[in-house]
């Protein structure tokens, strides 16, 4: 008699600017096996909207939460795309989208993701590979909420919107070039 062990999935909860734009890459990488987007490490008692959010006041920051099986890719891999796909120098603004809803940010539920996000942004610090210092904060996940129902999939579902086409697209571009061997299906 045979079994299958169950998978064992890891979460860990990303804010890279604009969450259409984490969630589009994630969305199509091995080892990922959820990509919600959401709402972290905000004030609100209750469940914020997205337009309580755009307001910048609520201490939220948009976020997308992985769920990865560390057996197809590491937590450090899920960073280093991170990295990739937004800048992690610049303070609360992604591009144009500008606010504290835009900071970037790591939001672990375990340890040993925080000693891998910390270990990950003194290298890149140390080897000045950006020019400027990572503002990236890495903070315990708290107060998480799904984003309403239309931001889910969004670039997938609205490609040939004016945002998706001129800012989403082009990241998912560049993520495909720089890791094609972490692409589902390669």
Request: glycine residues 8%; aromatic residues 10%; proline residues 4%.
């Given at each position: ?39 972290a490490?905000?004030?609100l ?51 144009a989208?500008t ?22 942004i ?5 080897s ?5 210092p ?25 490609p ?6 001129a ?14 061997s972490l692409?589902?299906?390669?």
């Amino acid at each position: 008699m045979s079994h299958t062990a169950a998978r064992k999935v890891e979460m860990i909860t990303l804010g890279g600017g604009c969450f259409w734009c984490t969630e589009a890459v994630f969305t199509q990488v091995k080892g990922i096996v959820s990509v919600e987007s959401g709402y972290a490490n905000g004030e609100l008692p209750t469940r914020p909207t997205y337009e309580q959010v755009c307001t910048g006041k609520t201490g939220y920051v948009e976020v997308v939460r992985l769920g990865f099986d560390p057996e197809q890719i590491s937590v450090a891999q899920v960073l280093e795309i991170f990295f990739t796909i937004h800048d992690p120098t610049s303070l609360n603004r992604q591009g144009a989208d500008t606010g504290t809803q835009y900071r970037s940010g790591i939001y672990v539920e375990e340890d040993a993701h925080r000693d891998v996000a910390n270990d990950l942004i003194r290298d890149i610090n140390d080897s000045h590979v950006l020019g400027k210092p990572v503002v990236t904060e890495v903070e315990s996940l708290r107060n998480y909420w799904p984003a309403e129902d239309y931001h889910q999939r969004y670039f997938e579902n609205n490609p040939n919107q004016g945002y998706c086409a001129a800012v989403v697209g082009p990241k998912v571009d560049q993520f495909k070039a720089t890791f094609k061997s972490l692409l589902i299906g390669q």
